[in-house]
């Protein structure tokens, strides 16, 4: 799911958690994994429970939210 998001008075973790909210509430399940412009890197990902990744295929002001594909190899989802 993309989401754009320009208000510069959020911080990245505020606008990671409204995505997700909407994520969760769309496809009933939450996102595990954002891809976020490295410019929006602001100090507060340590606030994210999910984990972000740092991308230049994604535009400034838009965040990238989907499932990780988990059944890898035998791996089991939690």
Known sequence: MLWM???????LAQ???EAAAFY??????KPNLVHVNR????????E????V???KLIMKGHYSQS????PLFGAKRE
């Open 15 to 17: 606008v990671v958690a």
């Open 24 to 29: 969760e509430s769309k496809y009933g399940d």
């Open 48 to 51: 994210i429970i999910i984990r």
């Open 67 to 70: 499932q990780l594909i988990l």
């Open 5 to 11: 998001d320009t208000d510069k008075k959020k911080s």
């Open 39 to 46: 410019l929006a890197l602001d100090g507060s990902e340590s």
């Open 53 to 55: 990744v740092k991308s």
